[in-house]
């Protein structure tokens, strides 16, 4: 399903020229049609609006939840669900009470299906759901007392919404660490398609992102003779 006044093509592209792979988005009666073959995964992506300031001066914008993972990767909470035995929503509230203890989806927080590239043929279906401040900060504690903090789930982060007048600190930074499979790809895709960012400072943050990414990887290479 593509939303009302977004252009898949052109976030597609714009993407795709900061080093974040491509996904083909479907709908959700197509992902539901597709055979046993595929699996799918559930995430969800809550935010709050929020009209603080950092050092009293950087708008924050929005405060949006993601979580580090057992395996040191970004991610956003959620996970498998077995369509056997469980509906899309049953199943991710299902993962999402072992990880964050609180909170239900319903359809009606459904955002959108990609097909992942690789040799495991996924369909990965994003949530997401405004709260306020103080509802998304009560997320965040009952966080802590859930099954699966400290195992599965190493603590939740926010998304710095902002980039510093360096051009690099917030965002960028952000974005030049290590995701899982389509986590980036969703979270870049729900940031312009909910009007959150616009679609050129997510291009210069991808951008400054990736810079800042090879020469990283210059320093380590060794020098050439």
């Known amino acids: 399903m593509l939303l009302s006044g977004s252009d ?15 996904l083909k988005q479907i709908s959700r009666v197509e992902a539901m049609r597709l055979g046993p073959g595929w699996s799918h995964s559930c995430h969800a992506m809550l935010y709050a609006a929020n009209p ?4 009293g001066r950087i708008p924050m914008r929005f405060s949006v939840l993601m979580q580090m993972r057992f395996d040191g990767l970004l991610g956003f909470p959620g996970g498998f669900v077995d ?12 993962v999402l009470g072992l990880g964050l203890g609180c909170l239900r989806l ?10 992942t590239e690789g040799p495991h043929r996924v369909v990965a ?13 009560a997320v965040e504690i ?46 870049l895709f729900a940031l312009k398609v909910l009007n959150m960012m616009p679609e ?26």
């Open 106 to 115: 319903t359809e009606a927080d459904y955002l959108s299906s990609h097909l």
């Open 142 to 187: 009952s966080a802590v007392h859930s099954r699966d903090h400290g195992l599965e789930v190493l603590g939740l982060v926010r998304v710095p919404l902002y980039t510093q007048k360096d051009r690099v600190g917030g965002f960028p930074n952000f974005l030049s660490n290590a995701f899982v499979s389509t986590a980036k790809c969703q979270l």
């Open 200 to 225: 050129e400072k997510l291009a210069e943050a991808l951008a400054a992102a990736t810079e800042k990414q090879k020469k990283a990887l210059e320093k380590l290479l060794p020098a050439s003779s």
């Open 52 to 55: 603080g300031q950092l050092f």
């Open 8 to 22: 898949g093509d052109g976030v597609s592209a714009k993407m795709s020229t900061a080093a974040v792979p491509e």
């Open 125 to 137: 279906h994003l949530y997401a759901r405004q709260l306020t401040l103080e509802q998304l900060h």
């Open 83 to 94: 369509r056997r035995f469980w509906s899309l929503e049953d199943g991710l509230n299902r």
